[in-house]
């Protein structure tokens, strides 16, 4: 997951944004429920190490 934020941060890249309910160790009753925004987002603040914790920011801009 870093390498990839970190590839769309320096790239600029568009991506689109997939939104997933579910549980950490399993999933719900009736299976992970997961929809797609129409919208396209840019990764526009990282910040962190995969040994530390990062986090990022999305920003939509379509």
Request: neutral net charge.
């Amino acid at each position: 997951m870093f390498n990839a934020a970190t590839d769309a941060f320096q790239t600029s890249l568009k991506c689109r944004l997939l939104l997933v309910k579910g549980t950490k160790y399993g999933k719900e009753v009736g299976g992970v429920k997961a929809a797609a925004d129409g919208d396209y987002w840019q990764i526009t603040e990282l910040n962190g190490s995969v040994a530390e914790g990062f986090g990022f920011t999305l920003v939509r801009v379509e």
